[in-house]
């Protein structure tokens, strides 16, 4: 985005403050950012929304303390093909920490979806994110501050009752990043668990009453179970590579089921043993995935 784009833009989303900035800060500003509209969109929100100037959001790129182990660290980067700008990661992680701040429950919202696919995601599985004996209201609360740092979209479709929600692509791989860090390591080990728990515990079970459900949580479940931090949750990736192996074993997706039970078997042996129920069920499954090949 060129230079006159990105000032109109910075100025349409930020409010009063933008407005009053500085010619000079807000041009270095921009420059930070290199003219991308989602590192623009963030910084703006996070002005307009606490109230500080365009010279003071600017102070806090450059000296954020954690930027140099974010931005410079030598990651073995699992996203390398549509890695995180820094420009982005620097407004993601100050917008972050203010809402670590102010709203456990934002923070624990966005962790646990950035395991999930970033589009279509239903309200049931933010309130799933949210967790067990957390009210409505508050939860509408986190789901607000977190579109209010343009970190959530709320999507409603022409007869849509509830509205379904987006995160930006580079949001969600920011956020994954970020649980990268060796000190980070036990809350991705949460949130990553929390996510395939969600799955494998709300994805039907593939019978024909529930296809319905199992398309809107679908892409949800392949995406949770493909990422690398599933690996250390073999159990609860092996119940739900089961249940959606039952699914597309009813679609007639025979192959792509095939493949999935093959993984499960694998998991439920790894995990539990090869005689145990869940590995046997699997087993039951891979043959009668077979047998609808006719092999």
Not at 91 to 96: A, C
Not at 160 to 166: D, G, H, K
Request: hydrophobic fraction near 40%; include cysteine.
């Amino acid at each position: 985005m060129g230079q006159p784009e990105a000032l109109t833009l910075f100025r349409r989303l930020g409010g009063s403050n933008v407005n009053a900035g500085s010619p000079d800060s807000e041009a270095e500003l921009l420059d930070i950012l290199e003219g991308l509209p989602l590192a623009i969109a963030q910084a703006a929100a996070f002005i307009r929304k606490t109230d500080i100037t365009t010279e003071t959001y600017v102070k806090m790129l450059k000296s954020t303390a954690d930027l140099p182990r974010l931005l410079d660290e030598s990651y073995v980067d699992r996203y390398r093909e549509s890695d995180v700008p820094n420009s982005v990661m620097r407004t993601w992680l100050i917008s972050m920490e203010r809402i670590a701040k102010e709203n456990a429950c934002a923070y624990k919202i966005l962790h646990t979806i950035a395991f999930f696919d970033n589009q279509g995601i239903p309200s049931e599985l933010i309130h799933a994110a949210a967790g067990a004996g957390v009210e409505e209201y508050d939860i509408r609360i986190a789901v607000n501050r977190l579109r209010d740092f343009s970190f959530l979209q709320i999507r409603i479709a022409l007869g849509q009752v509830l509205p379904s929600y987006e995160l930006h692509r580079l949001v969600q791989l920011a956020t994954r990043r970020s649980l990268e860090s060796r000190e980070k390591k036990a809350e991705q080990r949460l949130f990553s668990e929390m996510a395939i728990r969600i799955m494998a515990e709300t994805f039907p079970d593939g019978t024909r009453g529930t296809w319905d459900r199992c398309k809107t949580y679908l892409s949800h479940s392949l995406k949770a179970f493909t990422l690398p931090e599933m690996e250390q949750h073999t159990h609860l990736t092996a119940k739900l590579l089961t249940k959606l192996t039952l699914y597309l074993n009813q679609q007639g997706s025979w192959k792509e089921a095939e493949e999935l039970n093959l993984r499960a078997l694998e998991l439920q042996k790894e995990a539990l043993g090869e005689k145990h129920p869940s590995a046997l069920l699997a087993m039951g499954n891979l043959v009668s995935t077979y047998w609808r090949q006719g092999r």
